[in-house]
Nanobody, 130 residues
């Protein structure tokens, strides 16, 4: 069992930056987490959940939604059992609850498919406004 836990959300002005973290709780969970693909998804009020970014277990493959390419960067530190989402040039339309998801299947070509993920965090709120 892997339990992703998100942190780092908050309020930021347009053009600002935030870094979200997704960590696996517990040592045993962490050893499994580092072998999993991880994705970030977001859901704004009244909208469907959408893919933001994904990363393979090794960090060698990444993928991004077109709406965040060039502004967001996903990375991971397997020694810390943590995946990061560095968000820059934030816009009001980036406002959403951001979810971290993990699983053994996600990889190149499948990061966008939320059905590929087995474990989901509770989400962290990001609000971008002036």
């Amino acid at each position: 069992q892997v339990q992703p836990v998100e942190s780092g959300g908050g309020l930021v002005q347009p053009g600002g930056s935030l870094r979200l973290s997704c960590a696996a709780s517990g040592a045993a969970s962490g050893r499994t987490f580092r072998t999993y693909g991880v994705g970030w998804f977001r859901q704004a009020p009244g909208k469907e959940r959408e893919f933001v970014a994904g990363i393979s277990w090794s960090g060698g493959n990444t993928d991004y939604a077109d709406s965040v390419k060039g502004r967001f960067t996903i990375s991971r530190d397997n020694a810390k059992n943590t995946v990061y989402l560095q968000m820059g040039s934030l816009k009001p339309e980036d406002t959403a609850v951001y979810y971290c998801a993990a699983g053994p299947r996600p990889g190149w070509g499948t990061f966008k498919d939320f059905n590929e993920y087995d474990y989901w965090g509770q989400g962290t709120q990001v609000a971008v406004y002036s």
